[in-house]
């Protein structure tokens, strides 16, 4: 039997990993990737809770963050395209409208 | 010895994907290995005794959502994108936050206590089959988040149309 601790490190490095990729690419399509490795890494740490604690709630709690990541993947793609239109670059530094 | 075994492959293998993933300069190439990464996070799944979960891993994210990344990829011109830097000047620090925040949450890992256990045991489930019993849950206990989660669908719909609409 895998202990529960070893799921939650797991899922902290695969999590950490795309926190990381989100802060040090700069093209946005690798960054949308990132969001869903996080959702992902976050999905894993709920289904081992739910195995281990043997309670459904954690894998309802998935099926809702599926969901959620589909729709964030469809409207973070609309607005890439969107961007690309207008601005023909999809890099990080060179969106500088808003002087954020 | 074997659950270990089997535990520890999908581990090397998940991370070094994730790995390969976000250094990869091709979007192409992050989008093809990261449907390998989401096979072996079903598997991984599978290990947890969730069947159904697995499933819509591998339809919904592998099928769908992947494939969305890669229409836009191939609608979009990234030549340029090729030939430029793929990590922004400030690498190093963002490489930084990511192992502190890593060994945070490592030390909180040890502090951790495990709640009471729910009813739904693992011979339940078995003999209840697994998709029957996420179901009953879904639609009795959690109908009214169910329903929610497809009005935030129909605004992503809507909304994806909206914003990638061409203006007139």
């Known amino acids: 039997m895998v202990p529960l601790e070893w799921y939650i490190a797991l899922s ?44 459904l709630k954690g894998q309802i709690l998935v099926i809702f963050v599926i969901t959620v990541a589909a729709a964030e993947a469809a409207i973070g793609l609309a607005i890439l395209v969107a961007l690309y239109r207008n601005k023909a670059v999809v890099h990080t530094d060179k969106l500088t409208e808003m002087k954020g | 010895m074997l659950p270990q075994v089997f535990f520890a492959y999908f ?17 192409v190439h992050s989008v093809l290995w990261m449907l390998v990464l989401f096979f072996h996070i079903a598997g991984l799944y599978l290990f947890l005794n969730a069947e ?96 929610v989660a497809s009005l935030i669908l129909l605004i992503a719909i809507v909304g994806a149309i909206v914003l990638a609409k061409k203006r007139t």
């Not at chain 1, 902290?12 to 040090?24: E, H, P, Q, R, Y």
């Not at chain 2, 581990?11 to 979007?27: D, F, G, H, Q």
């Open chain 1, 12 to 55: 902290t490095v695969i999590f950490i990993i795309g926190v990381t990729g989100f802060l040090i690419r700069r093209n946005i399509i690798i960054m949308l990737i990132c969001i869903e490795l996080m959702l992902n890494a976050v999905n894993l740490s709920l289904i081992a809770f739910s195995h281990y604690l043997q309670d």
């Open chain 2, 11 to 27: 581990a090397i293998v998940t991370i070094a994907l994730s790995l390969i993933i976000i250094t990869r300069k091709n979007p």
């Open chain 2, 52 to 147: 159904f979960i697995a499933a819509v891993q591998v339809i919904l994210y592998a099928g769908a959502v992947l494939v969305l990344f890669l229409f836009v990829i191939m609608m979009l011109n990234l030549k340029e994108e090729l030939s430029s830097e793929r990590f922004i000047g400030e690498w190093p620090i963002g490489v930084a936050l990511g192992l502190s925040i890593l060994l945070f949450v490592f030390f909180s890992i040890s502090k951790f206590i495990a709640g009471p256990s729910g009813e739904f045991t693992i011979e339940r489930i078995l003999k209840e089959t697994h998709t029957k019993a996420i179901g009953k849950v879904l639609y009795t206990e959690y109908i009214l988040p169910f329903e």
